[in-house]
């Protein structure tokens, strides 16, 4: 098992396959929000995989994910 991997088991992390509709619902969300909240690519994806599943997403940076009214964006300051 590579070591990254290991990380994410011993804190209990489950990963998510990157489905069709993630893929799909990411490129909508570019479309929507792109040009108004600088959101690329990789953040687009994960806040698609959070909504997909119907998980809250839990950042420090919320600027990007503001804008994206089903997505359950829970901000945090460590």
Excluded: W
């Excluded at 479309?31 to 950042?59: K, M, S, V």
């Amino acid at each position: 098992m590579h070591r990254s991997k290991y990380f994410l088991a011993d804190f209990g992390f489950t990963l998510l396959p990157l489905t069709e509709s993630i893929g799909h619902r990411a490129v909508v969300y570019i479309e929507e929000y792109g040009l108004a909240t600088g959101l690329r690519a990789g953040d687009a994806i994960i806040a698609a995989t959070a909504t997909e599943n119907n998980l809250p997403l839990l950042t420090k940076n919320a600027r990007h994910y503001k804008g994206i009214r089903e997505l359950r964006l829970k901000v945090f300051a460590p």
